[in-house]
Nanobody, 119 residues
Framework: QVQLVESGGGLVQTGGSLRLSCAASGNIFSIDSMAWYRQAPGKQRELVARITGSGNTYYADFVKGRFTISRNNAENTLSLQMNSLKPEDTAVYYC?????????????WGKGTLVTVSS
């Protein structure tokens, strides 16, 4: 089993910045990718950014140029640097870890951390 714990959420004004972190523990190996998702009230969960084991990054159009995803493999942590925040970014942000197909392509989720951007 894998456990994911997010931190760093909070209240920030429009234009401000936050840095989210995700600590992974447990039976971790053969990681295909890690990602940040978010879910706003009344909306479906959506992908924000993903980083593969080889370091390739992918961003949703609505955060490209503002958010940066990074991973520290030695510490088993995932980060999301969020700049130029907008009220539309208000959501619960979730850390996601996906194992390789060799390990069954399992997906693991954290409980989320709330980001609130005030106008």
């Amino acid at each position: 089993q894998v456990q994911l714990v997010e931190s760093g959420g909070g209240l920030v004004q429009t234009g401000g910045s936050l840095r989210l972190s995700c600590a992974a523990s447990g039976n971790i190996f053969s990681i295909d990718s890690m990602a940040w998702y978010r879910q706003a009230p009344g909306k479906q969960r959506e992908l924000v950014a993903r980083i593969t084991g080889s370091g390739n990054t992918y961003y949703a159009d609505f955060v490209k140029g503002r958010f940066t995803i990074s991973r520290n493999n030695a510490e088993n942590t995932l980060s999301l640097q969020m700049n130029s925040l907008k009220p539309e970014d208000t959501a619960v942000y979730y850390c996601n870890l996906r194992t390789s197909i060799i390990m069954g392509a399992q997906a693991y989720w954290g409980k989320g951390t709330l980001v609130t951007v005030s106008s």
